[in-house]
């Protein structure tokens, strides 16, 4: 039998590299144009800004939500609760409605299911994470830092990497040869506004001089890094694995005695 690992990203890559920016406000305008030009990829979880207004809550200055569509094409539009709460303290029939509220509003300016979330203010407890799976999110993203490139046990308990501002000091770790942590994921999250000056702005181009534009990087939204690894999961082997059926619609690399194979969706790969 041949030693079959499934330890590749999309495109047999062995890291790959996401970014996941909270509430939506004006200057991800400039934000997603500058991951544009160096082909990273972002999820941006948003609350609703017309509703925020209309209870008197005060309202930096937000995308505007006709804008969403066409501004975060190839990325990831996600929820992050209607009111912005703290998940914690809220009631289950709050959190119900801040959530399925919040993924119907992007739902309706994207075009497509909105699955996934990042907790307003990090909070969170067991109560919180089974009404929003309840509510058909599937993942979200905490506010702990790991300063490590694994993934989570528990999609709904994804702990970030590092803030952008922490990345070019853990670049030199990431890109290190690899001996026991495959399937290397480095997790960024931040806000825009946090971009206050030109010196900001400088800071995030050279920090993406750095980690962009490499043959080894997979740059991935969140979902696409969820939906991968769910479609790693679902890959069925046959007993002595010489032949593997992937019911799901993404490829999957995986490694056969270190050679390299693509499970194609919806087809059985022969494993020769
Ligand atoms: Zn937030």
Redesign the pocket.
């Known amino acids: 039998m041949k030693r079959i690992e499934t330890r590749l990203w999309h495109g047999g890559r062995p890291r790959a590299f996401s970014f996941t920016f ?2 939506g406000r004006y200057e991800d305008y400039r934000l997603v144009e500058t991951f544009n030009k160096y082909g990273v990829k972002g999820s941006f ?1 948003i ?1 609703n800004p017309g509703f925020l207004e209309s209870c008197g809550y005060k309202v930096e200055r937000l995308v505007d939500p006709d804008d969403y569509k066409e501004l975060y094409v190839g990325h990831e539009v996600s929820c ?1 609760l209607l009111l ?1 709460p703290f998940p914690k303290w809220q009631p289950t029939e709050a959190i119900l409605q801040e959530c399925l509220r919040n993924k119907r509003f992007l739902e309706e300016r994207v075009g497509y299911p909105v699955r996934s979330m ?1 907790y ?2 990090g909070s969170f407890d067991e109560r919180v994470i089974n009404v929003l799976r309840a509510a058909g999110m599937e993942y979200s993203r905490t506010a702990v830092n790991t300063y490590a490139f694994g993934l989570p046990e528990d999609y709904m308990r994804w702990d970030p990497t590092c803030h952008w501002s922490e990345v070019e000091g853990l670049v030199e770790k990431f890109f290190s040869p690899m001996r026991y942590d495959f399937l290397r994921l480095f997790y960024v999250w931040g ?1 825009s506004y946090e971009f206050s000056s030109e010196e900001k702005w400088a800071d995030l181009e050279r920090m993406l001089g750095v980690i962009s534009g490499r043959d080894d990087v997979w740059y991935a939204t969140g979902i696409e890094i969820y939906d991968y690894m769910q479609a790693v999961r679902a890959l069925k082997f046959s007993t002595d694995c010489t032949m593997v059926y992937n019911p799901s619609a993404v490829p999957v690399w995986f490694e056969a005695d270190r050679e390299v194979f693509v499970a194609e969706p919806a087809k059985v790969t022969y494993i020769g």
């Open positions: 909270d509430d979880h609350n992050h912005h990042s307003p203010f806000h």
